[in-house]
């Protein structure tokens, strides 16, 4: 196996500190928050999705302490495809990395499609699609200028985006009623609870590329820890605070469905607090405001985390060696970057948000289900390994990950099969091109 350091000039800048990793692994997931969550009280009512959500906390929690050991292990730029490709060989480490790529890649244009659609709603002559690919431009090229100001543009976003969440659940907690919570609580029943695991996995995608900036943060071993650990609790609180929030004000239908027109809205937010204030008060104005920072965060910060996944399969020879190459100026993987943007444009380009939703999840599914498998592995057959921290309650947490995440695989194929086989199609075909014309033995 080889697991060659990179050369000097090859090597990305060390920049981050556990504050700057915090807003980063907040930053990636908090649009989660503002938008999407709320489709899946439509599939299991409130304690449908709520059961779904604990399951999903439990997952991550469990999944985020197992995937820090091998981040602080292995600091590399791949996060999961260096982890798995040392766990289990080439092959294994291959699909682990698409797996990743297709979760960073394809999440970012379906946040742009939100800014688009947000902006809407304050510049309405506005094309939604045109905004999407402005943003595109923006932050790819604050990304390639440099990570340090790419990423304290995203911890001042993501700081208001968290201040958004906690005026909402100040302003809509008072009108609480729990009695809202029984409405069709188990509308579909277990099947229901099956049905809102996507939309629940909504709210903590993509924190896992905290570890993708391992190799740019200062004293790695110990500053990721501190950055997982703090924006996972984080996202904990805040994702119990809107869910409790939102849906108490007047019960689930209310914040899923605007109108009779049987259309789910991305608005969640906006809607309870328009049934507290009304939509002419400057508390609804604002909130939609902060919804923005929202959006922009994550995807700003998925764009940082996804130039890195598709750097690293650049560098060691996975992809096209150009794509491994650090810019030489602002010592960031430009070329991966610009790639990244042009695949996720093509995406925003085809107007179906929700699908390209459902695939990203897919790919993070395959990425946790694979890390975890990776993750036993080097236990076993790397117990000298340093690892500066080990994951508690081993070896309950890293087998609780992946039993939760194996089901949710399941679950997803099952309601979403047709997008199942796109997303398989789409791991089979990079596999058969890597086999055949690079990894040939």
Not at 102 to 119: D, H, N, R, T
Not at 185 to 195: N, P
Not at 244 to 258: D, F, S
Not at 315 to 326: E, H, L
Request: proline content about 4%; some cysteine; overall charge neutral.
């Amino acid at each position: 196996m080889n697991h060659t350091i990179p050369s000097q000039e090859n090597k990305l800048k060390k920049t981050l500190g556990p504050f700057m990793l915090w807003g980063l692994g907040v930053g990636y997931v908090i649009s989660g928050n503002y938008f999407g969550w709320n489709l899946g009280l439509a599939e299991g009512g409130t304690w449908g999705a709520a059961v779904a959500i604990f399951f999903i906390i439990i997952m991550y929690v469990t999944f985020t302490f197992s995937y820090t050991e091998m981040a602080c292990a292995i600091p590399r730029a791949g996060g999961a495809f260096s982890y798995a490709e040392r766990g289990l060989g080439k092959q294994l480490g291959f699909l682990a990395g698409m797996s990743q790529n297709i979760e960073f890649i394809f999440a970012p244009p379906a946040i742009a499609s939100a800014i688009g659609a947000y902006f809407g709603i304050f510049f309405p002559e506005w094309d939604a699609l045109y905004v999407g690919i402005a943003a595109y431009l923006i932050f790819t090229g604050l990304n390639i200028v440099g990570l340090e100001l790419a990423a304290t543009f995203e911890l001042f976003i993501t700081i208001v985006a968290v201040v958004g969440l906690l005026f909402f659940a100040g302003v809509t907690l008072p009108e609480f009623q729990f009695e809202n919570l029984h409405v069709k609580g188990f509308h579909r029943g277990f099947a229901g609870i099956v049905a809102a695991i996507p939309f629940a996995i909504w709210f903590f995608l993509a924190i896992e590329g905290v570890a993708n900036v391992a190799e740019e943060t200062i004293n790695p071993q110990k500053n990721i820890l501190k950055g997982f650990g703090f924006a996972l609790l984080t996202l904990v609180i805040l994702c119990i605070l809107t869910f409790a929030a939102a849906v108490g004000v007047a019960g689930w239908e209310a914040i899923v469905y605007p109108d009779d027109s049987g259309t789910a809205s991305d608005s969640p937010l906006p809607l309870a607090m328009a049934l507290v204030v009304g939509e002419n008060h400057w508390y609804y104005q604002m909130l939609s405001f902060i919804a923005l920072f929202g959006l922009v965060a994550s995807f700003n910060g998925i764009i940082l985390a996804a130039g890195r996944t598709t750097f690293e399969f650049g560098r060691v020879g996975y992809a096209p060696k150009a794509i491994g190459r650090v810019n030489k100026k602002f010592k960031t993987p430009g070329n991966a970057l610009l790639v990244n943007m042009c695949i996720g444009i093509i995406a925003l380009l085809t107007g179906k948000t929700g699908e390209i939703i459902t695939i990203a999840v897919f790919g993070a599914l395959g990425l946790y289900i694979l890390s975890m498998i990776s993750f036993l592995y080097l236990r076993k057959n790397e117990p000298d390994l340093e690892r500066p921290f080990k994951v508690p309650v081993y070896p309950l947490f890293p087998v609780l990950a992946l039993i939760i995440a194996s089901i949710s695989m399941v679950a997803m194929v099952i309601y979403n099969f047709t997008l199942a086989l796109i997303f398989f199609a789409m791991l089979l075909g990079a596999f058969l091109f890597f086999r055949i014309f690079i990894h040939k033995s």
